[in-house]
């Protein structure tokens, strides 16, 4: 049994919060105004559809034009608008001449009827340069074999690709759909659900230690707290995935050594700060943190995505493969 060492963690949250704090244009003085219900057993009501769709016009890491800064209210405006009136505005039409199978139209997207939220120039607020760490060595390897060996069996594709799991961080960041996150409590339990993968994490709170090490789960052992009107998530004994969807470049192995820290912050009765801080040195240089608003949206409706009902595409991305194969032997190449 083991926790996370709680001045390590300490030092994270601290550090998460912070940085999120300092470059995000929100301000908590309402929250001071404003207290959440506290339900029977203690915890702020937290219950609730929240939705990350508004994050989605903010790069991952920090833009060249704001590098060794933080633009002003007006700047952060106007660049964020400028993203999202482009990707609105991007067609699709060259399908026709196109070795590709297409793609959708923007309508499909959550994004496509929101609107952007101006919360910060990246989702990156630690390290201050706002970049993802450089991956290790053995990091770089392993994303060098998902991609050469990515189509060789169904154990090789990407984990959410073969509707296992997304891991935390493909379910509680921004993407191109399904970004409400139902969240109900019960006494000493919050369950957070994403329709993606239709996958639920259940996070006991003041639980105590982590499971035993021999236990590996693909989304962690969480453990959850409360400190004031702050949600903290540990997470520990995560299972090794070589090829799991990760923000950045690639998708590099989750290790069994990873460690999570999430935070989620009312800063009024419809927002919450969320932090996301992963340490995993068999993959990352260091530690970093992102942070973005979740955005209370009554009106957002989960509609199932049966990803394993007819899951096509895995029997023609390996067919598709040997396909290939076959032509490069009979090429001679």
Same mark, same amino acid.
């Given at each position: 049994?083991?926790?996370?060492?709680?001045?390590?963690?300490?030092?994270?949250?601290?550090?998460?919060?912070?940085?999120?704090?300092?470059?995000?244009?929100?301000?908590?003085?309402?929250?001071?105004?404003?207290?959440?219900?506290?339900?029977?057993?203690?915890?702020?009501?937290?219950?609730?559809?929240?939705?990350?769709?508004?994050?989605?016009?903010?790069?991952?890491?920090?833009?060249?034009?704001?590098?060794?800064?933080?633009?002003?209210?007006?700047?952060?405006?106007?660049?964020?608008?400028?993203?999202?009136?482009?990707?609105?505005?991007?067609?699709?039409?060259?399908?026709?001449?196109?070795?590709?199978?297409?793609?959708?139209?923007?309508?499909?997207?959550?994004?496509?009827?929101? @609107?952007? =939220?101006? &919360?910060?120039? $990246? #989702?990156?607020?630690?390290?201050?340069? *706002? %970049?993802?760490?450089?991956? /290790?060595?053995?990091?770089?390897?392993?994303?060098?074999?998902?991609?050469?060996?990515?189509?060789?069996?169904?154990?090789?594709?990407?984990?959410?690709?073969?509707?296992?799991?997304?891991?935390?961080?493909?379910?509680?960041?921004?993407?191109?759909?399904?970004?409400?996150?139902?969240?109900?409590?019960?006494?000493?339990?919050?369950?957070?659900?994403?329709?993606?993968?239709?996958?639920?994490?259940?996070?006991?709170?003041?639980?105590? @230690?982590? =499971?035993? &090490?021999?236990? $590996? #789960?693909?989304?962690?052992?969480?453990? *959850? %707290?409360?400190?004031?009107? /702050?949600?903290?998530?540990?997470?520990?004994?995560?299972?090794?995935?070589?090829?799991?969807?990760?923000?950045?470049?690639?998708?590099?192995?989750?290790?069994?050594?990873?460690?999570?820290?999430?935070?989620?912050?009312?800063?009024?009765?419809?927002?919450?700060?969320?932090?996301?801080?992963?340490?995993?040195?068999?993959?990352?240089?260091?530690?970093?943190?992102?942070?973005?608003?979740?955005?209370?949206?009554?009106?957002?409706?989960?509609?199932?995505?049966?990803?394993?009902?007819?899951?096509?595409?895995?029997?023609?991305?390996?067919?598709?493969?040997?396909?290939?194969?076959?032509?490069?032997?009979?090429?001679?190449?």
């Amino acid at each position: 049994m083991k926790r996370i060492p709680a001045e390590f963690a300490k030092s994270l949250i601290t550090t998460a919060i912070a940085a999120a704090c300092a470059l995000s244009l929100g301000t908590t003085a309402n929250a001071q105004d404003w207290q959440p219900e506290i339900l029977s057993d203690g915890q702020p009501d937290i219950t609730g559809m929240w939705n990350n769709v508004g994050a989605t016009a903010t790069p991952l890491e920090m833009p060249d034009e704001f590098e060794g800064r933080i633009p002003t209210g007006d700047e952060l405006a106007e660049f964020i608008a400028r993203r999202d009136e482009a990707r609105k505005g991007n067609v699709w039409d060259g399908f026709e001449n196109s070795n590709g199978v297409g793609a959708y139209e923007n309508y499909w997207f959550d994004w496509f009827w929101s @609107d952007a =939220v101006a &919360d910060a120039p $990246a #989702l990156v607020v630690d390290p201050p340069n *706002g %970049r993802v760490p450089a991956y /290790t060595q053995t990091a770089q390897e392993a994303i060098r074999l998902n991609v050469e060996e990515e189509h060789d069996s169904a154990a090789t594709v990407e984990s959410g690709d073969r509707c296992l799991s997304r891991g935390v961080f493909g379910m509680m960041m921004p993407t191109a759909y399904n970004n409400g996150k139902l969240i109900i409590q019960s006494p000493g339990y919050v369950m957070i659900h994403s329709e993606m993968i239709h996958n639920t994490r259940i996070i006991p709170i003041d639980a105590g @230690d982590h =499971v035993s &090490d021999k236990i $590996a #789960l693909w989304e962690g052992d969480a453990r *959850g %707290r409360w400190e004031g009107n /702050t949600l903290i998530i540990e997470s520990t004994n995560f299972k090794y995935v070589r090829n799991m969807r990760a923000p950045g470049r690639g998708n590099p192995p989750q290790n069994a050594g990873r460690k999570m820290i999430e935070t989620f912050t009312f800063e009024d009765e419809n927002t919450l700060r969320y932090t996301l801080t992963v340490d995993d040195p068999m993959t990352y240089e260091q530690p970093w943190t992102v942070a973005f608003p979740y955005l209370k949206d009554d009106e957002y409706t989960q509609y199932e995505y049966a990803c394993h009902e007819g899951n096509y595409a895995m029997e023609t991305r390996l067919s598709g493969a040997r396909v290939v194969e076959r032509g490069f032997a009979e090429s001679g190449n």
